[in-house]
């Protein structure tokens, strides 16, 4: 099966989910596999993540995969760990998932983004423990192969939960891959960053911060439903009288 | 809808542009009533500023009535308020320590990258102030959108004109926080470069706070004459020595804290200055601060330095050994607005403060490229420009 299904698309996505990419992935425990598997070489005792070692894959993204951040969220960690649990609520901040359906069991179907169409492919949840751990991973036949990895820890001093995300995906040979490359012309790093800090603001303030002058803000799932269009009257009345929504 | 437009260096319009609306759950939209020109638009009109795209529509100071709301914007249809500049969340951990301009959750991730890429962190949104703070278009327009309004915004009472209470929304709370930065103790003597809006509104804080006395520097007569008014001394840096003058006038300790409130455009006769225009005009880097290295090097040992001007990028020459031998203190930042605007509401209320000296000039938004020319060529005699959008076509006011 050719794994894109062709849908018009206005938004030219660079990237998906997670690190704009969430994509990829070796045989079993992708993530854990492939930061254990490297060679690490320490002058002494490092307390500092692995993934901020230097020479770290992610730093050459076309030759492997692994992107992931930190960010510390003042909300409380179990409604953080609810809130994603709910797969469904992520295209609430990640601009390129379209949806997640929940087909039970762990198992979720994703439709995301992309300028070749929409992708779809199925995910299953590899390892979870309540309110700290969430880990998911896609199926074989996936057009990307991907896994994604969060954990939430309390945060010190009542500034609520740190949130590390770790993403990684494996972009496949042939005609396909250079079409998937030609998604991740962005950084996957950078990509990472900008959908957690969408989370952080959605956790934090309800909303996703945009710049647009007029809705819906971009961050929103296409199929949400559109806010009611204003009137675009080319002579302004003076005073401009408007229907307020209750708070 | 009419709004005044960034096009290029020197070349500002008013276009015709969409209206704004309702994008988020806590958005407000403001029919602006009042609108200034400030010294940073200056840094925007001069080309100062990365970041920023012809069409970008500026303005950051600027007040008017609740036209629309959101369903969670705290504001009321015909409410009448004035708007911080700084956009910030009112919930994320800077905003919780009331350092709204570090706001975590009002740029745009998508934006947010050329200020984490360039400081380390990102920084807030900011009206009208290039892609850098956002994107968020600014209030020299008719109307604006104005986000989390619930935590921004505040509510003027009636009684109170426009022109006594727009300057809340930036220079005010900017020169009263400035000086807040001197941290002001019995005796001191406040030395202040710069009698712009910023440095005028900076002396009549620093004065309302104790300061034992306040000298200001600048070279235009007529702003100097107005600080003179606020109950300033002055100096006029281009008659006078002004180290040799700030050691005279403190008995030979020298002012005890020192205000830059002149910022990245520093003008300036001395070889540093001459050195960095060719550096600027080279693109080799992007602030000139003359005036900030006068006042690191004339501040006393032990003293406090406050930077409410403006800088965006790297300087040259920077005097960091009298920093650190004189073992000074630094205070900066974009003006963390939010924090205050009761207090400084109130005392507008009670005529403690007054802010109306500083208007030379009043215009319809229409007139707003000639507004900046003004503002910019005519420094002395043009101290403040404030832009009525109600106004028709051609009414000025000066
Ligand atoms: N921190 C903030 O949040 C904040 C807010 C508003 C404005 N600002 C900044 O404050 C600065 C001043 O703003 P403004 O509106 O008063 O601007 P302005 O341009 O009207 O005033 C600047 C003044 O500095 C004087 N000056 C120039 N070189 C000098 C020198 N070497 N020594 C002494 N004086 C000198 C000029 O003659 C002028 O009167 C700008 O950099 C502006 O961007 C900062
Ligand atoms: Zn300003
Ligand atoms: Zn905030």
Known sequence: MHPFHSRDDHRAAAAFTIGGVALAALAGGVIASRLAGRERTYSQPEDAPDKTLRGHPADDWREDTVVGRTVTIHRPRAELYAFWRDFSNLPGFMQHVRSVDDLGDGRSRWVVKSPAGSLEFETRITEEREGELIAWESDEDAPVRNSGRIEFRDAPGGRGTQVDATIAYDAPGGAAGRLIAKLFQKEPKLQARRELKRFKQLMETGEVATGERQGPPPAEPVSAPQPKAKPKAAAKPKAKVKATAKA | ?398
């Not at chain 2, 606020?230 to 002004?242: E, P, Q, S, T």
């Not at chain 2, 420094?379 to 000025?396: A, H, I, M, N, Y």
Request: aromatic letters at 8%; a negative charge.
């Open chain 2, 1 to 398: 809808m009419r709004a005044l437009a960034w096009h290029g260096k020197k070349d500002v319009r008013v276009d015709t542009v969409d209206d704004p609306g309702i994008v988020n759950p806590r958005d407000a939209v403001i029919r602006i009533t009042s609108t200034a020109i400030c010294g940073s638009d200056l840094h925007l009109y001069n080309g100062l500023i990365p970041t920023l795209v012809p069409g970008d529509i500026l303005g950051h100071e600027f007040m008017g009535e609740v036209v629309e709301t959101g369903p969670k914007s705290g504001l009321k249809t015909g409410d009448r308020v004035v708007v911080p500049f700084v956009i910030a969340c009112g919930s994320c951990f800077h905003c919780g320590k009331q350092q709204y301009s570090a706001c975590d959750n009002s740029n745009p991730a998508d934006q947010a990258d050329i200020s984490e890429t360039a400081y380390g962190y990102q920084m807030s949104g900011l009206f009208g102030y290039s892609h850098m703070t956002g994107g968020y278009a600014g209030g020299q327009a008719e109307y604006v959108r104005v986000p989390f309004s619930d935590v921004g915004p505040i509510v003027i009472p009636d009684g109170l004109d426009d022109d006594d209470v727009l300057f809340l929304s930036d220079i005010l709370p900017t020169g009263w926080m400035a000086a807040e930065n001197c941290e002001i103790e019995d005796g001191d003597t406040v030395a202040v470069w710069g009698c712009g809006p910023v440095g005028l509104f900076a002396i009549q804080s620093a004065l309302i706070m104790g300061a034992h006395q306040v000298i200001a520097i600048d070279h235009h007569p007529h702003r100097l004459e107005l600080a003179r008014q606020l109950g300033a001394k002055v100096i006029n840096f281009k008659d006078v020595h002004v180290h040799e003058a700030l050691l005279e006038m403190t008995g030979g300790i020298g002012p005890d804290a020192v205000i830059d409130a002149v910022g990245m455009e520093s003008h300036g006769f001395a070889l540093d200055s001459v050195y960095d225009g060719v550096k600027h005009a080279m693109m080799m880097a992007t602030d000139r601060p003359h005036a900030l290295r006068d006042a690191l090097r004339a501040c006393r040992k032990g003293g406090r330095v406050s930077i409410p001007g403006v800088y965006g990028g790297v300087v040259d020459k920077f005097p960091i050994g009298a920093l650190m031998q004189k073992g000074l203190t630094v205070k900066t930042g974009q003006t963390h607005v939010h924090k205050y605007l009761p207090q400084l509401l109130e005392m507008i209320g009670e005529k403690k403060i007054d802010t109306t000296f500083l208007i030379s000039h009043r215009m319809s938004l229409e007139e707003a490229p000639e507004g900046y020319r003004l503002f910019l060529e005519d420094q002395d005699s043009t101290t403040k420009v404030v832009l009525k959008p109600e106004w028709e076509k051609g009414r000025f006011q000066a």
